[in-house]
């Protein structure tokens, strides 16, 4: 269709999705690309908003016959996960991303595509910027930070809006309608870091790295049951100290709390005369790995390299105990699967990032759960867990869960609609993520909300791909749906 990314920017959503593509806007990072929108807006002289949290909201009035339609609000994230393969040399802060075409589709070189959510802003800029595509009148927000803490959305002030339905253009397969997701909540475990001096005479330093897993977003693929690379350091670590006179020196795994870990490593210091011995017995490990993740991750692969011994300063064998113990413990994948909707998880957790500083070490988990009852029973469970090992339990990002309504008139508008395009059923689906609805309908009472999207894969990953066709087909059926809601 599309052979060259000259051809695809012809067609106006994959024009500002190359557009906003040249911008940095990983989470926390988004001044440049809120000022893009704002810019864009203004030089339409359209109405726009820009709050303190980057947040922005740009008005469109309705076209000609639509003035007495429902006000509609279309919503999106502005900011993306920033992953990339081990020696990428990219920098998030400040090169575009270098996108490229591989079949019918869209890929970004060695780092995550941003499909998630760039496809949603790209499709406000094409609908802000056409004059050729009926739609009543229009309230568009795009907010920041979702993919950490939802903290943009939280901080939307419901005053702006007069819209009572919205549609979420932030799922991620093309021919499902999107009715439900979960609420979640960040819980950091904070273990202080007792320091001793190594007692080994011959010491020599190396580096033990799991990596080669896929990974994934800790929510659309935690039932996959893919490898936690931190959780599987810990069952090595395990083994090692209690085998080996084996002192840790720092261990970090997994960059975000919602992307399931792909790599993890640790710098221990170790004898010289059981280097071979912990040789083999790694790749006993490895074997292990593979034996179990066959069919998941058959990649995994356990690295074994030598470095420079740069300090003796290693963990206290309580802090050594502790670490090993928390990445033991600590729980990671999915928790309860709903009793309402078959096959849909009901609970998770995600031990998606271990850190190492001078002070402290810090285990960082992504909890969801459809219930919010649930979702807190698991933090107390958490905090039961540090407390039992001296450590502190943080606890926010929390955001709320998007319960089902089987009375919505924009769900029943989304299935006539696509019964009508393509004479077959849509399928109705919730998700066990969380999606920005949940938060709008905490903040606009009687709020009737849908998410879409096209099919994308991988996300969160430098492996992530965008369908084309796809885009294109869903793009069609949003703005053909958007002119149905005359009959509203």
Known sequence: MYSTLEELSSHPVFHYFAAISEIPRGSANEKAISDYLVHFAKDRNLEVIQDEALNVIIKKPATMGYESAPTVIIQGHMDMVCEKNKGTLHDFEKDPLQLRIVGDMLYATDTTLGADNGVAVAYALALLDANDIPHPSLEIVITTEEETTMNGALAVDPAHFKGKMMINIDSEEDGKLLVSSAGGIRVRQVLPIGWESASIVDAVSYNIRIKGLKGGHSGMSIHKER?????????????????????????????KGNAIPREAEVTVLIHAEDVQKIMERLQQWENTFKNELQSSDPEVLIRFEKIETVSSNVFSKETLT????????????????????????????????????????????????????????????????????GCELLVDADYPEWPYNPDSKLKKLFEETYKEKYHEDIEIIAVHAGIECGVFIDKIPGLDTVSIGPDMFSVHTPEEHLSIPSTINNWEYFVYTLKRMKDL
């Open 322 to 389: 502790k670490a090993i113990t928390s990445l033991l413990v600590i729980p990671h994948g999915v928790q309860g699967m709903s009793m309402g909707i078959e096959g849909l998880v009901e609970s998770s957790t995600n031990l998606g990032v271990v850190t190492t500083n001078e002070a402290e070490m810090i285990f960082e988990s992504e909890i969801r759960s459809s219930l919010k009852s649930i979702k807190y029973n698991m933090v107390t469970q958490a905090k039961a867990i540090a407390d039992m090992l």
């Open 227 to 255: 490898g936690n690379s931190n959780k599987l350091l810990g069952r090595v670590l395990h083994e090692l100290t209690a085998d080996f006179p084996c002192y840790i020196q720092q261990m970090n795994g997994g960059l």
